[in-house]
C-alpha cells in the first residue's frame, strides 16, 4: 500500500540532464572507468562526473539534448564555452587540491571529457568526446602545496 507519492520538483531540463548522466556513467563503466564522483561542488562550480581510468583523472561534462530542434540550433558540445571550461577547470583544480590533502592517492595526470547524450534517437546515443580542451599547458596540474 502506498501511502503518499514523493513530489518530484524538477524542471524538465533538470530531469533530462539527470537521465544523460545516469547514461553517462552507465556506459563510462562499461568502458573501464572508476567514477569517483558525481556533480562535485566547489562554491558555485560543478562537475558531472569525476572518473579515473589508466591511472588518468577525467573530468566530464555532459550534455543532454532530447529534442530535434535543439539540435538544429546547437550541439551539446558547444554548449561548453569559454565561461563553462574555465569554471571546470577552476573546479577540477579545487578537486585534486582537495583529494591530494585528504587521500594522497589520485593520479597526477588529468584530462576533460565531454559527453554528448541524444535522447531523441530509437535509442540513447553517447558520443564521448576525450581530451575535449586543455586547461593549461601540460598534463599536470601545478600544485600550490
Given at each position: 500500500m502506498i501511502l503518499?507519492?514523493?513530489?518530484?520538483?524538477?524542471t524538465p531540463k533538470r530531469k533530462t540532464g539527470?537521465?544523460?548522466?545516469?547514461?553517462?556513467?552507465?556506459?563510462?563503466k562499461g568502458e573501464g572507468y572508476d567514477v569517483l564522483e558525481r556533480n562535485w561542488v566547489h562554491k558555485k562550480?560543478?562537475?558531472?562526473?569525476?572518473?579515473?581510468?589508466?591511472?588518468?583523472v577525467v573530468f566530464i561534462e555532459v550534455k543532454t539534448t532530447a529534442s530535434d530542434c535543439a539540435e538544429s540550433f546547437k550541439l551539446p558540445l558547444e554548449a561548453v564555452d569559454r565561461k563553462k571550461r574555465k569554471n571546470l577547470t577552476d573546479c577540477a583544480r579545487e578537486y585534486m587540491l582537495f583529494r591530494k590533502r585528504n587521500?594522497?592517492?589520485?593520479?597526477?595526470?588529468?584530462?576533460?571529457?565531454?559527453?554528448?547524450?541524444?535522447?531523441?534517437?530509437?535509442?540513447?546515443?553517447?558520443?564521448?568526446?576525450?581530451?575535449?580542451?586543455?586547461?593549461?599547458?601540460?598534463?599536470?596540474?601545478?600544485?600550490?602545496?
Open positions: 503518499f507519492k514523493r513530489r518530484d520538483n524538477r539527470d537521465r544523460g548522466e545516469q547514461l553517462a556513467v552507465e556506459y563510462l562550480n560543478e562537475i558531472d562526473i569525476i572518473a579515473v581510468k589508466n591511472e588518468m587521500i594522497n592517492c589520485l593520479a597526477e595526470y588529468y584530462r576533460f571529457d565531454v559527453i554528448e547524450v541524444y535522447l531523441n534517437r530509437d535509442e540513447p546515443e553517447i558520443n564521448h568526446i576525450q581530451d575535449a580542451f586543455f586547461a593549461e599547458k601540460g598534463n599536470k596540474f601545478q600544485w600550490k602545496i
